[in-house]
């Protein structure tokens, strides 16, 4: 059930940014938060400024009262200015990180079906990043 809906646009920080209003949405109480990410291949003369070169997106509920969780997510948010947002696995070797909201979804999705410990650094816009730490259940 769902009794409102927001949305969050934020250019290349949006995936980032709507996954911290969901973290606060929790705080606040607020359970079955569906989380949703895609890009799009932007039209000509955008497309010559902004390349993504094919749609991406996908879903993430998050807290739900009816389903098993797959992964527990721990968030925290790093109130510094992160030039380039990276995205380390357990094994501490970094990786670039995906700038567009729908690959940044994808890399969190990725990491929750592995079903190993991972870290993941999301540049969240607000002048910081989120530090979200995935345990598989």
Not at 38 to 49: E, G, K, R, S
Not at 98 to 106: D, E, F, I, T
Not at 114 to 126: C, P, Q
């Amino acid at each position: 059930q769902c009794d409102w809906s927001s949305d969050v646009c934020s250019s290349d920080l949006s995936f980032g940014a709507g996954l911290a209003e969901c973290c606060l949405r929790f705080a606040e109480g607020q359970r079955n938060l569906l989380l949703v990410a895609y890009d799009i291949p932007p039209p000509y003369p955008i497309a010559l400024h902004r390349r993504i070169d094919n749609a991406i997106g996908g879903a993430l509920l998050l807290a739900s009262d009816h389903a098993l969780p797959q992964a527990w997510l721990t968030i925290r948010y790093q109130a510094d200015k992160v030039s380039e947002s990276r995205s380390t696995a357990a094994t501490s070797q970094a990786l670039p990180a995906p700038s567009h909201p729908g690959a940044c979804l994808m890399e969190l999705l990725k990491a929750i079906a592995k079903k190993e410990s991972t870290e993941l650094r999301i540049n969240a816009g607000f002048g910081g990043t989120l530090n979200v730490c995935v345990e598989p259940c």
